[in-house]
Structure formats: C-alpha cells, structure tokens
C-alpha cells in the first residue's frame, strides 16, 4: 500500500499522476525535490533514496517529526478539537517557541481543520487561514502516517532554497521542480505558502538550476503554469501539456481544466 500526501498543499501533484507516469525517466539513480510541498510525486515513486528541499520551516519540520519522531506526534495530535475558538487559539500560537513535535502537531492540525486545505501566511509569517469549518475532518490518519514515516526514511529531508539541489545532484539523479507557478495573470498571483513571494526572477533562477542540471547529466522534470515567459524561459526543452482541475479560485467559473506546462531535458 502506498503512502499518501500527508498534508493538503495547494498545487499538489496527485490529480495529474496519471498524465505523468508516462512523462517519468524509466530509471534513475537517487531521487530530488527542491519544492516539496504535499510530496505527491516523491510518495507516488518511493524511491531507493531522495533528497528532499522545502523552504518552509514549518512543513520541513513536520516531514522531520513523522520520520523521526512519529510515535511522539501520534500521542499529541488526539488533542485536537474541530472548534473554532480551540482552532483560532492554536493559529496564534507561536510556532517558534514550541518544541518540535508540538510544533509539528500545530501544523497538521491547522492544515485538516483549516478552510480548503490551505497553507498561507502573511508578511508577517502568520499563519492566516480561517477555520475550515469541516464536519469530521481527519487530523489522525495513523495508518498513512506510519507509510509516510516510513517512506521518509530512505530521504535526506532539507530546509534550504531550491538551488541547494546543485549540492546533491549526480548524473543520472531525477529531478522533479514543482515550484509556485508563474502567474497567467496580473490578478493570478498565489505564491505566499511561505512568507517570501516567488517572482520573475526566481523564475529565471530557477530555469538556470535547470539547465546547469542538464549539463551535468541528471534527467530533469519541471511542471509550470502555460505562459509565454515559461515557455520562452525553456524553449529547446521539450514540453508536454497536461491538464490540471483548479479548485482555488473564489469564482466556480474558472474552476474547470487548465493546461499546464511539464519541461523536460529529456524524452
């Protein structure tokens, strides 16, 4: 039985498994994932071993915690109440002050209880989703969670910026960036699951890393919002389009498919 995402992500990779399976290299060395996240794609191919980035501190620490510390978290997190007041109370905590596996339980905790499955912090690095309202969600999944510890065992799990992948990777390495995406409009930026926004410039970092990468021989994957600017940042790769439902948009009318960009520097 494979492991699920343990968290709710924005952007996750799991509706597209399908249309990517047959866009994965048919072997590889070890396995790298500069943008984390809900790690659909890491849980779907359970690599031999990984190095795995995120630069958000709170979700690097809860990956920590399940790999590390799973029978701690499981013992805290039945503590949890779905009610607002008890919900509001633990969003104001302060994350830094607790310890690890506290820290960690806040975290999934807000992540089930809050609305739509969103992490997303202001300016400030608060963390700022209303209550989710939900009638049972499932903050405890025991079962997942033990696939999930267990599958990060064979993974190096960082906190560092996504360049950090040119410390790790070797020819013949796969790496997958899934990364906030371009905007396909001005009024279309949702890039704030950290407190540090991703922008154009990041973008043509991030397309730097890519190709450095290619030099050296490992197989590259990247999934971006289909924008002139992705495909330009990218032309001389080959590109596929894949078809993503988006269910984050407060208007129902722009919930339906949209194409998405998967590069690759290899076919």
Same mark, same amino acid.
């Given at each position: 039985?494979?492991?699920?995402?343990?968290?709710?992500?924005?952007?996750?990779?799991?509706?597209?498994?399908?249309?990517?399976?047959?866009?994965?290299?048919?072997?590889?060395?070890?396995?790298?994932?500069?943008?984390?996240?809900?790690?659909?794609?890491?849980?779907?191919?359970?690599?031999?071993?990984?190095?795995?980035?995120?630069?958000?501190?709170?979700?690097?620490?809860?990956?920590?915690?399940?790999?590390?510390?799973?029978?701690?978290?499981?013992?805290?997190?039945?503590?949890?109440?779905?009610?607002?007041?008890?919900?509001?109370?633990?969003?104001?905590?302060?994350?830094? =002050?607790? &310890?690890? +596996? @506290?820290?960690?339980?806040? #975290?999934?905790? *807000?992540?089930?209880? /809050?609305?739509?499955?969103?992490?997303?912090?202001?300016?400030?690095?608060?963390?700022?989703?209303?209550?989710?309202?939900?009638?049972?969600?499932?903050?405890?999944?025991?079962?997942?969670?033990?696939?999930?510890?267990?599958?990060?065992?064979?993974?190096?799990?960082?906190?560092?910026?996504?360049?950090?992948?040119?410390?790790?990777?070797?020819?013949?390495?796969?790496?997958?960036?899934?990364?906030?995406?371009?905007?396909?409009?001005?009024?279309?930026?949702?890039?704030?699951?950290?407190?540090?926004?991703?922008? =154009?410039? &990041?973008? +043509? @970092?991030?397309?730097?890393? #890519?190709?450095? *990468?290619?030099?050296? /021989?490992?197989?590259?994957?990247?999934?971006?919002?289909?924008?002139?600017?992705?495909?330009?940042?990218?032309?001389?790769?080959?590109?596929?389009?894949?078809?993503?439902?988006?269910?984050?948009?407060?208007?129902?009318?722009?919930?339906?498919?949209?194409?998405?960009?998967?590069?690759?520097?290899?076919?």
């Amino acid at each position: 039985m494979k492991p699920k995402p343990p968290v709710k992500w924005a952007g996750g990779k799991g509706q597209l498994l399908s249309q990517f399976q047959p866009l994965f290299p048919k072997s590889f060395h070890t396995y790298h994932e500069p943008f984390l996240g809900g790690g659909a794609v890491f849980f779907h191919l359970l690599p031999e071993r990984a190095v795995l980035i995120d630069n958000n501190v709170e979700l690097i620490n809860f990956y920590l915690v399940v790999r590390d510390h799973l029978e701690d978290l499981l013992s805290d997190l039945p503590k949890h109440k779905n009610e607002a007041d008890y919900y509001y109370r633990i969003r104001a905590l302060d994350p830094e =002050k607790m &310890d690890p +596996v @506290r820290r960690a339980s806040r #975290f999934l905790y *807000l992540n089930k209880a /809050g609305y739509n499955g969103l992490w997303r912090v202001n300016r400030q690095g608060k963390h700022n989703v209303p209550f989710g309202r939900y009638k049972n969600p499932k903050i405890v999944d025991e079962e997942n969670l033990r696939l999930v510890s267990a599958a990060l065992k064979r993974a190096r799990i960082l906190l560092a910026d996504f360049s950090e992948v040119l410390s790790f990777a070797k020819p013949g390495d796969f790496v997958y960036f899934d990364p906030p995406y371009h905007p396909v409009s001005e009024t279309a930026n949702f890039t704030s699951y950290t407190s540090d926004s991703f922008g =154009k410039d &990041d973008q +043509v @970092r991030l397309s730097q890393v #890519f190709r450095e *990468l290619d030099r050296r /021989g490992c197989l590259v994957m990247l999934s971006n919002s289909d924008t002139p600017f992705i495909k330009e940042l990218y032309s001389g790769y080959d590109i596929q389009i894949v078809y993503a439902k988006r269910t984050i948009n407060c208007r129902a009318d722009k919930r339906g498919p949209v194409s998405e960009l998967v590069i690759r520097n290899y076919s």
